[in-house]
């Protein structure tokens, strides 16, 4: 008997569609041998893959003995700022952090984008000049750009990767182009062979934007310090945090201290005031909670490549769902989130918002993420009507940037894109990931029976 819900055309493909997949896929769906009411999809009433089950909850679940003593510690030893103590805790995480990532020396931040605003003042860049990044990421990234009242010039991406796609970065270099600041997007590796190779090229600066990328590697070193200087995020959500925090790493001593005197009020070391700055230094509370922290950090970040590692593999008989590309030279990520691109037409045309209510149902908290590129943000308009920018911007580049603003490829990623927050879920058991792979698995399985939701 048909059911109500479905017309016999739609029943045939049902069927069909299931059973071309099983046949295609070597491996038997992990949940197979589940009752029929489980391998019932649960936005139609089938019971969910996960239910009930919470995921590693960060950054509450690194929270133990280690770090309570240690911000203890520093409430009781009455040093609450950096400049109490050269032996306090930012200067000492300072220390530990450098040691971690392999760099020289860093600088800690209130935040990613103080990082980032403090390596573009360091750096000497500002009004008339240019830096070319990404509008697929964090509005961090652009402000720490507006903020010395530079051009933020946006790149289109590649597609599969997410990252900058350094052809369209070399079309975007002009003689006013100072640096190029690649976003490590999800917290795994730009395409650093081709932007460093332009970089030479064109004699540019790199500041990496590693926000999401603690602890990932290209070819033998880590993010942040292939470029001129690496800046990171330690805000809540963030795979090392400490609910809001930055720093900035590099090997250059000089320009790194230049880094420390804009981030102190243009401060140096010694006591002179030097420099325009801002005043972005990291409170001994942060630095605390971050070094109680440091104990399990590289075992989190082995777990997460593992079972992310585990989770591209069970994604290869999913024909719709395509894992992000990492570049040659990748041998690890942060995973700070795991994402993919959602075929449409591969899920017999199921729309991605179904697909996300169908695998919410399951009990997996997948998502769209950034819903678009900041080139379509009204910022643009604010520095196009902008005093400061048409005082120091010509019409005819203004003219240029506004006409520029398009990014196809980056408009394609915000509609294709599905993602797993990872900092909490991809600490869990391996067992327990498989839920994350099993719903998707049912999900698409079960795709025809979504047509008409
Ligand atoms: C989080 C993030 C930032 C900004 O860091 P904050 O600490 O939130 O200021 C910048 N860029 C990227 C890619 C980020 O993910």
């Known amino acids: 008997m048909m059911s109500d819900a479905l017309t016999r055309r739609q029943f045939v493909a049902a069927v069909s569609a299931g059973s071309l997949a099983a046949a295609a896929s070597k491996t038997v769906p992990a949940y197979a041998n589940l ?69 020289k020396s860093c600088v800690a931040t209130g935040a990613g984008t103080q990082a980032l605003h403090t390596c573009v003042e360091a750096l000497g860049i500002g009004p008339g000049d240019e830096v070319i990044t990404s509008p697929y ?62 970089a030479k090229r064109h004699n540019l600066r790199v500041i990496e934007d590693a926000c999401q990328a603690h602890l990932a590697e290209h070819r033998g070193r880590k993010l942040g310090t292939i470029g001129d200087l690496g800046c990171f995020s330690f805000q809540s959500s963030k795979t090392l945090a400490c609910g809001e925090g930055g720093g900035i790493i590099g090997n250059d001593e000089q320009l790194m201290e230049r880094c420390y005197t804009v981030h102190n009020h243009g401060t140096s070391r010694k006591g002179r005031t030097e420099l325009i700055g801002p005043k972005y230094r990291m409170n001994e509370f942060e630095a605390a909670v971050l070094l109680g922290q440091f104990p399990g950090v590289i075992k989190r970040w082995r777990r997460r490549n593992e079972n992310a590692a585990y989770l591209t593999a069970r994604m290869k008989d999913i024909p719709g769902l395509t894992p992000q590309k990492l570049y040659p030279g990748t041998e690890s990520g942060s995973f700070y989130l795991y994402t993919m691109s959602y075929h449409k037409d591969r899920f017999d045309g199921v729309n991605r918002a179904t697909f996300l209510k169908a695998i919410r ?51 394609r990623v915000c509609e ?11 600490l869990a058991s391996q067992e327990e990931v498989a839920d994350i792979a099993d719903a998707i698995e049912k999900v698409y399985e079960n795709r025809a029976k979504l047509r008409q939701v």
């Open 416 to 426: 294709e894109m599905v993602m797993l927050w990872a900092s909490g879920p991809l």
């Open 35 to 103: 009752t029929k009411k489980a391998s019932q999809l649960a936005l139609l009433g089938g019971e969910p893959v996960r239910k009930n089950k919470p995921w590693p909850d960060w950054p509450r679940c690194c929270w133990d003995e280690t770090l309570t003593d240690s911000l203890l510690k520093t409430a009781k030893s009455g040093i609450w700022c950096r400049i109490q103590s050269a032996s306090g805790t930012v200067p000492t995480f300072e220390k530990e952090y450098a040691k971690l990532m392999g760099a």
């Open 361 to 411: 149902a399951e009990g997996i908290g997948l998502s769209e993420y950034i819903a678009q590129g900041l080139h379509r943000e009204p910022w643009i308009d604010e520095i196009l009507n902008s005093k400061v920018y048409k005082t120091m911007y010509s019409p005819e580049r203004l003219r240029r940037y506004s006409e520029e603003r398009n990014c196809p490829n980056c408009d």
């Open 137 to 198: 990421t964090d509005p961090g990234t652009i402000q720490g750009i507006l903020s010395a009242r530079a051009l933020p010039v946006l790149a289109d991406l590649d597609v599969e990767s997410y990252q900058l796609d350094p052809a369209d970065v070399e079309r975007k270099i002009n003689e006013n182009t100072r640096a190029i600041m690649p976003v490590h997007m999800m917290g795994q590796p730009c395409d650093m062979d081709s932007i460093m190779a332009i």
